[in-house]
C-alpha cells in the first residue's frame, strides 16, 4: 500500500464513523509508517459544529478547536485497525 492509498483509506474511515456528526474542515495532520506491525498510522483532524467558534475570535484565528484521531491501517491488506484519539498533552 502507497502512503497516498493509506491516507485515503484514513479519511474515508472518518467520514464513515463521523457522518452523524456533520464535521468539516478534514485534513491530514501526520503520517506514519510501523514496520515492525506493518501498519500505517495516519492522523486526521476535523473539526465538530460544537468545537467550532463563530464570530470575530474565529475571523482572528482564535478560538478553533480541532479533533484528532490516528487511524491504524493495515498494509497487507488495507482494513482499519483502530482508531483512538490523538494525545496532544506535553509529555
Known amino acids: 500500500m502507497e502512503v497516498k492509498e493509506a491516507v485515503a483509506a484514513a479519511k474515508a474511515c472518518v467520514r464513515e464513523l463521523f457522518v452523524g456528526e456533520s464535521i468539516a474542515n478534514i485534513g ?6 510501523d514496520e515492525a506491525a506493518g ?10 459544529p460544537w468545537e467550532m467558534s463563530i464570530g470575530l475570535m474565529t ?4 478560538g478553533t ?3 484528532y484521531k ?18 496532544l498533552s506535553p509529555p
Open 28 to 33: 491530514l495532520e501526520e503520517v506514519a509508517y
Open 39 to 48: 501498519q500505517w498510522h495516519v492522523t486526521i483532524g476535523f473539526a465538530r
Open 59 to 62: 475571523v482572528q484565528g482564535q
Open 65 to 67: 478547536s480541532r479533533s
Open 70 to 87: 490516528v487511524i491504524a491501517i493495515s498494509d497487507r491488506d488495507g482494513r482499519v485497525v483502530s482508531v483512538r484519539d490523538r494525545d
